[in-house]
């Protein structure tokens, strides 16, 4: 009963600091200041391989920092356009997470996906339509 108790009480305290987080994203995003969205992206260069990184947005500028080595050279391409928002296929959903949405994207170099929570997703749709 005890260890019911304690496993409940510190899944309450994840969710209220994983909320706590998100809403302080989303205040510094009203206020106009540049904020990190944690994201995945399937750059065309390396095709077939998810990149852990942030997607830095602020006013008139979005730019993807990569969290890993293997992202280490590559940036978002020109001329990034959202196209599509979806849910990950099957496929997709046993390397990501499930309940993420991925942002279809075109460049110049081509197609751009972007894996967001969908709490996130407002901030990455604008900041790819500013840029």
């Known amino acids: 009963m005890i260890t019911h108790l ?3 009480a ?18 510094r995003a009203a206020r106009g200041a540049v904020i990190e969205v944690p994201c995945l992206l399937r750059h065309p260069a390396r095709a077939g391989r998810w990149l852990r990184g942030r997607l ?11 969290r890993t080595r293997a992202g280490s050279g590559l940036g978002l391409p020109a001329g990034v ?15 990501i997470n499930a309940g993420c ?7 110049d170099e081509g197609t751009v996906l972007l ?15 500013r840029t």
Do not use: K, N, Y
């Open 6 to 8: 304690f496993l409940f």
């Open 10 to 27: 510190t899944g309450g305290l994840t969710v209220w600091l994983l909320g706590r987080r998100v809403r302080q994203r989303a205040a």
């Open 56 to 66: 830095v947005t602020g006013p008139g500028t979005a730019a993807w920092v990569p």
């Open 81 to 95: 356009r959202p196209l599509d928002v979806r849910s990950p296929s099957t496929r997709e959903a046993m390397r």
């Open 101 to 107: 949405r991925i942002v279809e994207c075109a460049s």
């Open 115 to 129: 894996a967001v929570m969908p709490h996130e997703l407002g901030h990455v749709l604008a900041a790819l339509a």
